[in-house]
């Protein structure tokens, strides 16, 4: 059966692969690029004296809610396999669970009241 | 306020001139524009203009600058004016009214006037690279020139960040939003600092669309402005013929017939419902709510179909001649009225289904972009955007022409000052004007529609044709205009987006000696900044687009 | 069954499946106008074919043989790659899911699932997930401004609300006891009444809000919305560069339409006496529906508003629904 799964995931990453190549590679059916002109210019609403490139340092409150995401995002993964074996594990498994999102929400409100997530 | 009274507030040392402005001098007037701002209630500096009497009557100086105020009544006009001598500088006024920073950056611009302590004084009309001063009556109107170089603005950007605390720009990102940019309408250049997506601080730059309106306005005869003045705010170009029409009748101390008042105000009306239309279509979209734009313009696509019929042209109608309008309704025109009329209170009443109710909507209007109403009578903003602020200011009641007063109708006003507010008041205009149409439409007299003075009205085609006399009366105020009688006047009606006004010189001649409009979109997007700092990207847009900033009137 | 026939088999279902959905997505852009057309009162594509449904071909070979324009200052490598990685993501998410019920064609029984992963579900938001560095190393790539706004409003948004959707499934899950899309299908045979969608409708909702999200849907479509942004991390693409991403968002549209269809709605059981295949196929096509109709009415939100309602109303219900789902289940 495992082989079989790498099997068709092999095809299927291969196709998936191919096709977006192979319409790109279509480009080439029209005009070919012309680099001398004024199109390859960066758009910034028809200004080109521009101030400041785009390699600048970018303001960190966006990347904080990334940061947060990688937090919590790691935590959903472990909560995936007991809530699959939930029965299972029964008043123990959930109590452990409770504990550990308790632990999670508590993050959440310190998060929350640090003002990590106001945008302003 | 009385002559007299005006006289014995400062103690003799002002006179009046025929024009019925103030004379002042030139060391007084930072005082005399105090006193008048605060003790005699004259809130609101209208306009600022220079007039250069090179080719006039330059006797008593070459220059003179000129202030127009209004009352806080809103119904009274007072003029000041500054005879400069031969150093052309002025003390600026921008500590008393906001709204004098641009207005005196244009003077310079356009007439080469300094203002002394003036924050920002540099070209704002015309281009960077531009040489000379072009109003200027010896400025030769044929010498083209090519300015190539973009301003990148950071004069202007970095002591306004210096001014907030910030001493390396390292951590802000500089963005253009405009010329070219889908929320720009029209071609505006807002040239932000941003710290993430907050904006930090603005500076606008305007002039793209500028064409030197009031330049052409000097080498044409009245009748041959009017198309011109189409293209000043074209979402509603028939209120800005009215505009222009009704200065030049005052000059001519003429009252045009009954009829024609009543078309003025039935069109007038129209167009003030088709101009808010556009300005709440273009701004939903803004917003992403798509689908109101097609609810929004599918009537005002009827209401063009009506005045293609009526006037010949869609968007620059040039329907008003001095004295008049120039065609009678036409047949069958009540019922395309009745279902223009119809059609746009459907758009609005399934807009407003849409919107009203929106939890997203209200959160993206409400408290965003929000100018306080001092601080937006400083600014110099009128119209809708005023009226949102809660200052209940709308010439048509301030100080009523065609009969406005006779009419049963309401002003709107707002209570925050935001961009909630702006939309709402306009929907509300929109029922208020058809609201207004309808009852002219029930009382409007039979009769002429143009004065039947022969100096002044063109005559009848049909006496053209058939007649000597229609003839000569043709040929004689096609070539040399209608005859103004020497005067400096300034009048305004209630333009769709706030008082239009115009200040013509004239000097009996049939082409005007100067024309100076004052488009209100030039005030609001003069407050812009004060609104969208601290705001996100998001707010900016919807900010830009409630203001109504229409780029044809704003840079002439 | 001997090797190659499986090898067969296996391509030919990628082919079909990857073709259909790429068919799928291609129509429904023409849809997409038509229905906004209609809502909006205008007639959409009218010109090219019958009720302008040749539009599609016409957009196809207009993107195919565009010009290939690569801005100056851009990071070369990385703009070629991000679209690609934006449509090859979409495409391989597809590969666990089941679309129809397994049919028999001239005595040989097909399951129409390319790979039956037994954590499909895993896999499937696992990999649709890689298609946020699509938008991010286009946005980070084109030296332009406006990309690297659009890449962070993507970034934030997309994260923000994978958590919200992880979340959400979670209490399903507690409840059939598997992560395979199979199972969860199975799980809800037997009529309307067995859907999910009626013992936890808290996290169907939170499910669909999140599609929305993930999907870059309005009202949540921040990321490349024109007033504010330009086109977001897509401003300096075009031609099929730009088709790439196109294509990418809309078999993501695909995928989240399928799987609300099985997590929550019956997936491909049959009711009454129409037959899964159909019933399927009404579903997604209810939820692409449902889509553009959301986009016909609604204004977009701010993105600080879409992290407002991510972060402090979205994910505590989520926990919310979860802890209450323990609780009732143990």
Request: aromatic fraction near 12%.
């Amino acid at each position: 059966m495992s082989a079989q799964l790498v099997l068709s995931l092999s095809v299927v990453l291969i196709l998936a692969l191919g096709v977006p190549v192979l319409f790109l590679l279509s480009s080439k059916l029209g005009p070919q690029e012309s680099t001398k002109n004024s199109k390859n210019i960066p758009y910034e609403s028809g200004i080109t004296h521009c101030v400041g490139g785009c390699d600048n340092r970018f303001s960190v409150k966006f990347y904080l809610v990334a940061i947060l995401f990688v937090l919590f995002d790691v935590e959903i993964v472990f909560m995936f396999p007991w809530a699959v074996r939930v029965r299972e594990l029964g008043y123990f498994g959930l109590f452990e669970m409770f504990a550990f999102i308790a632990l999670l929400v508590l993050g959440l409100i310190y998060i929350y009241r640090s003002g990590a997530l106001k945008w302003q | 306020m009385t002559v007299k009274n005006f006289k014995t507030l400062f103690e003799n040392r002002y006179f009046i001139e025929d024009s019925g402005a103030f004379i002042v001098e030139k060391s007084n007037i930072l005082d005399a524009l105090h006193v008048i701002k605060n003790r005699d209630n004259y809130t609101l500096l209208l306009d600022m203009t220079a007039v250069d009497y090179l080719k006039k009557d330059s006797s008593k100086a070459r220059f003179a600058v000129i202030y127009i105020l209004r009352h806080s009544d809103f119904s009274q006009i007072l003029m000041l004016k500054v005879y400069l001598d031969a150093t052309l500088t002025l003390p600026s006024v921008t500590s008393l009214f906001k709204s004098a920073n641009w207005a005196e950056r244009e003077i310079w611009d356009q007439y080469g006037i300094q203002f002394q302590n003036h924050p920002n004084l540099k070209r704002i009309l015309n281009h960077k690279e531009f040489i000379g001063h072009p109003l200027c009556k010896d400025y030769p109107i044929t010498q083209g020139q090519l300015c190539t170089k973009t301003d990148d603005l950071m004069d202007e950007m970095t002591p306004l960040l210096k001014s907030k605390g910030y001493e390396n720009f390292e951590d802000l990102m500089f963005l253009n939003l405009g010329p070219a940019h889908p929320a720009s309408h029209g071609t505006i250049r807002n040239f932000v600092a941003l710290e993430g997506e907050t904006i930090v601080s603005t500076v606008s730059e305007i002039g793209y669309l500028h064409r030197g309106f009031e330049k052409s306005c000097e080498n044409h005869t009245y009748n041959q402005i009017i198309p011109y003045t189409d293209r000043l705010n074209y979402c509603s170009a028939i209120l800005n013929n009215i505009a222009f029409a009704h200065t030049v009748e005052g000059m001519l101390g003429v009252e045009i017939p009954q009829r024609a008042q009543y078309i003025r105000v039935i069109i007038g009306e129209l167009s003030r419902a088709i101009d808010h239309l556009v300005c709440l279509a273009a701004m939903l979209v803004d917003m992403g709510a798509l689908t109101n734009y097609w609810y929004l313009y599918n009537p005002r696509e009827s209401v063009y179909t009506l005045l293609s019929k009526l006037t010949g042209a869609r968007l620059t109608n040039s329907y008003m001649r001095i004295g008049g309008v120039s065609r009678d309704f036409y047949e069958g025109f009540e019922e395309d009225l009745r279902y223009s009329l119809k059609d746009i209170q459907k758009g609005v009443g399934d807009t407003l289904k849409l919107i009203a109710h929106n939890r997203i909507f209200h959160d993206r209007t409400q408290n965003v972009g929000i100018i306080k109403k001092d601080e937006a009578l400083n600014r110099g903003i009128t119209g809708p955007n005023l009226r949102a602020c809660g200052i209940a200011y709308d010439l048509r009641v301030a100080k009523p022409y065609y009969g406005y007063d006779t009419f049963d109708f309401n002003i709107p006003i707002g209570s925050t000052g935001d961009v909630y507010d702006r939309m709402m008041v306009r929907f509300e205009e929109i029922e208020q004007s058809i609201y207004i149409i309808k009852q002219a439409m029930k009382r409007i007299p039979k009769g002429d529609i143009m004065l039947n003075n022969h100096s002044i009205a063109l005559p009848s085609k049909q006496s053209v044709y058939t007649s000597i006399e229609g003839v000569m009366n043709q040929f004689k105020l096609i070539y040399e205009g209608v005859k103004v009688p020497s005067k400096e006047y300034y009048d305004a009606i209630e333009g769709a987006n706030g008082e239009l006004g115009f200040f013509i010189v004239s000097d009996g001649s049939g082409t005007p000696y100067k024309v100076k409009v004052r488009p209100p979109c030039f005030y609001a997007m003069s407050a812009l900044p004060s609104m969208i700092e601290g705001g996100m990207i998001a707010d900016a847009v919807l900010s830009l687009g409630s203001l109504n900033i229409i780029a044809g009137e704003l840079d002439r | 069954m001997s090797e190659t026939a499986v090898i067969i088999e296996t391509i030919v279902k990628a082919v079909v499946v990857l073709s259909v959905v790429a068919g799928m997505g291609a129509f429904a852009t023409w849809i997409e106008r038509k229905v906004l057309a209609f809502m909006q009162r205008r007639l959409g594509p009218m010109h090219v074919g019958p009720y302008g449904v040749l539009q599609l071909a016409a957009d196809g070979i207009k993107l195919f043989t565009k010009e290939d324009i690569i801005p100056q200052n851009a990071l070369k490598p990385i703009f070629v790659l991000a679209p690609i990685v934006a449509a090859t993501s979409a495409f391989v998410a597809m590969a666990a899911i089941p679309y129809f019920p397994e049919f028999t064609v001239f005595g040989y029984t097909v399951h129409p699932i390319v790979s039956d992963i037994n954590v499909a579900l895993l896999y499937v938001m696992g990999v649709a997930s890689v298609g946020i560095y699509g938008p991010l190393l286009a946005g980070m790539s084109s030296a332009n401004k406006w990309s690297l706004l659009g890449a962070a409003r993507a970034v934030v948004q997309i994260l923000s609300f994978e958590v919200v959707s992880g979340l959400s499934v979670l209490a399903p899950i507690m409840m059939i006891g598997s992560l395979s899309l199979i199972d969860i299908n199975d799980f809800q045979s037997g009529g309307v009444t067995n859907w999910l969608l009626w013992k936890q409708p808290l996290a169907f909702l939170l499910f669909a809000i999140a599609g929305f999200a993930e999907t870059n849907r309005s009202p949540f479509d921040t990321i490349e919305f024109e007033a504010e942004i330009v086109s977001g991390f897509a401003t300096e693409y075009s031609g099929m560069r730009w088709g790439l991403f196109f294509v990418g968002e809309y078999a993501n549209m695909i995928t989240i339409a399928v799987l609300v269809s099985i997590i929550f709605m019956g997936g491909y059981n049959p009711i009454w006496f129409i037959p899964g295949a159909i019933v399927m196929l009404l579903k997604v096509s209810f939820w692409i529906f449902l889509f553009l109709w959301v986009r016909a009415a609604w204004p977009h939100v701010r993105p600080d508003q879409l992290m407002w309602v991510c972060w402090k109303v979205l994910m505590p219900l989520a926990l919310v629904n979860i802890l209450i789902t323990g609780i009732v289940l143990v």
